[in-house]
């Protein structure tokens, strides 16, 4: 039988983990002795993590604002604040 949404969500990293895991790929990147191989693979998985950021970060938008529409209708798109990788929702 396939996992439910809610056991995926129980054994995923919290954001506050995964943001701390970005600081530790961040710190190994810029120490010296990591190495160009070992630093384009913390990259990848740099990219990966802050994907999961991105996408958890979204899905807490989107609850909150069917939790309380009011905030989708308050703030207009050009004075809602940028994402925070750049990229647009």
Do not use: H, W
């Not at 129980?10 to 070992?38: F, H, K, V, Y």
């Amino acid at each position: 039988m396939p996992a439910s949404k809610n056991t995926d969500q129980a054994t995923a990293p919290s954001i506050e983990e995964l943001i701390q895991r970005l600081e530790e790929i961040t710190r190994r990147i810029e120490n010296p002795d990591t190495g160009l191989e070992n630093s384009i693979s913390l990259y990848e998985e740099g990219i990966s993590v802050a994907e999961q950021c991105r996408n958890r970060l979204q899905e807490t938008r989107r609850k909150l604002e069917t939790i309380n529409p009011e905030l989708s209708k308050t703030r207009t798109e050009t004075t809602r604040p940028k994402d925070l990788f750049g990229m647009d929702s």
